[in-house]
């Protein structure tokens, strides 16, 4: 008996207005393997890249803390950035035009150019300097070529986290054990003599002297960094998508960032979080997303009450006297007497004296341990906050060309933060994030020479990796 041979089923007229598609049978079509250097699993084309990059940042930012490597320091604060060279050759994958890189290459040549001021004295401190700057940004170039896609982001995103959140939570341990969890002292800071050293501590309720919290640095106070982005990712985790962990999670970080921040005292960092916290309800807001912008205020203005009288309860009076002189006077005198002299000097005195620059290598880590200042006439110079340092690196052409980098960064960031459509997973809430983040970042250039330092090169990697997964998600996969 034959078998019966399946006929198409009848379709209405509407099929005089569709295409008629011949299908192959599955199994006649072969699958063709990808080439291997195409293979999304390649390590240097992954996403997984990027984990390895931070875990080397942290892992040469902890060397840092152990006595029996203070010989070969400079090795470990040379090799995060020189892998960032490194991986401008290596990692591989499509290039997606970051808005910022056109800016950021014209800046660098500007920098280069001070190679021919008078100023260098010395050839090895130039190049090392010219290397520290194009390795700090040197991350949105090769993170925003790797294959990375949301989850892979949130990975990225949770590992920086869980960093600062220990580093803070560390920091309320060295007030709460007075002595025990005390790494070394900065050699730099011992160098300054008993009376700067003494100005960095402060006396407990208990009446224990202490140092204003380290946690995972070697500096007095610097658990705020830790602290402050425990409080800013934390916040993320919280309205990220849902999971009882991560709620629990980005709420306990908040609340110890908190107390840790109040602990160390950096008036600059709290003041800084402020204008980021509201920088993302502006952007929750313009998105309509209003029931998470309430939640989010009432998590962090609760916690940020009852961390303020725990810190007041484990600190004293010290702490309460600290963060009263915020109220007691204006902001803008506040910073006047702490950072804004050193912008006044920046633009009243340092940019008219070197218009084009100073020359390369004068100051920071690369003049440190490699300078030469034998020549009296090319004295080394001292950048307290990041503006100065850009005068010295390329002058007028250097403090809008950086700055511009920065804005465009931070626009694109918000452009996809005030998207109303979720169909494309929770880059809107990564976008409110970013655009926080970054904003702190720009503040945090009035304080200290923030894309000189490992901090500025997490700032552009992150900023990579989240263009990079958002193209990732939204290019068609044929253009990929």
């Keep these: 008996m034959r078998d019966a041979i399946p006929r198409p089923q009848l379709r209405g007229p509407g099929v005089l207005h569709q295409r008629y598609l011949r299908r192959a049978p599955v199994s006649a079509v072969p699958a063709v393997p990808a080439p291997a250097g195409d293979a999304p699993t390649a390590f240097l084309g992954s996403g997984r890249v990027v984990v390895a990059f931070i875990a080397l940042l942290f892992g040469c930012q902890l060397a840092l803390l152990l006595e029996a490597l203070s010989p070969v320091r400079v090795v470990f604060r040379i090799l995060a950035f020189g892998t960032s060279l490194a991986l401008l050759v290596l990692a591989k994958g499509r290039r997606f035009p970051h808005p910022a890189k056109p800016f950021l290459l014209a800046f660098l040549g500007v920098t280069a150019l001070n190679f021919v001021q008078p100023g260098t004295t010395s050839a090895v401190a130039a190049a090392v300097q010219l290397g520290i700057q194009a390795s700090v940004f040197a991350p949105v170039f090769w993170a925003s070529r790797l294959r990375i896609d949301e989850k892979m982001f949130q990975r990225i995103v949770l590992m920086l986290f869980l960093f600062n959140m220990a580093s803070a939570t560390l920091g309320v341990l060295q007030v709460y054990f007075p002595g025990r969890f005390q790494p070394a002292l900065s050699t730099v800071i011992e160098g300054q003599g008993d009376a700067y050293i003494r100005s960095l501590q402060f006396e407990t309720a208990s009446g224990a002297r202490v140092f204003r919290p380290m946690g995972l640095t070697d500096l007095p106070g610097g658990a705020a960094t830790g602290a402050f982005y425990s409080v800013l990712l934390g916040g993320a985790l919280f309205l990220g998508p849902r999971g009882r962990w991560k709620t629990v999670l980005g709420v306990a970080g908040i609340g110890v960032g908190m107390v840790s921040l109040y602990l160390c005292q950096v008036r600059a960092a709290a003041v800084t979080l402020l204008v980021c916290m509201v920088a993302m309800a502006l952007v929750l807001m313009l998105g309509g997303r209003l029931m998470r912008l309430v939640v989010l205020a009432a998590v962090v203005g609760g916690l940020a009450v009852g961390a303020f ?35 006044d000097d920046t633009f009243g005195e340092r940019l008219p004296e070197y218009p084009l620059g100073a020359g390369l290598g004068r100051y920071g880590m690369a003049n440190a341990y490699f300078g030469d200042n034998s020549d009296r006439n090319q004295p080394p110079l001292w950048a307290e906050i990041q503006w100065t340092a850009w005068v010295y690196d390329g002058g007028i052409l ?8 920065l804005l465009l960064t931070m626009l694109w960031s918000f452009r996809v933060a005030i998207r109303r459509d979720d169909s494309r997973g929770d880059f809107w809430l990564w976008g409110s994030l970013l655009f926080a983040y970054d904003l702190g970042a720009v503040a945090l250039t009035f304080s200290y020479p923030f894309f000189m330092s490992q901090m500025g090169m997490e700032f552009w990697l992150l900023n990579g990796a989240f263009f990079s997964a958002y193209r990732n998600a939204t290019v068609h996969a044929h253009r990929r």
């Design 309 to 343: 009288g725990w810190a007041v309860a484990v600190g004293g009076d010290a702490v309460l006297a600290r963060w009263s002189t915020l109220t007691a006077s204006d902001p803008g005198q506040v910073y006047q007497g702490n950072r804004g002299h050193f912008l």
């Design 398 to 405: 250097a403090i809008v060309l950086y700055p511009l980098a």
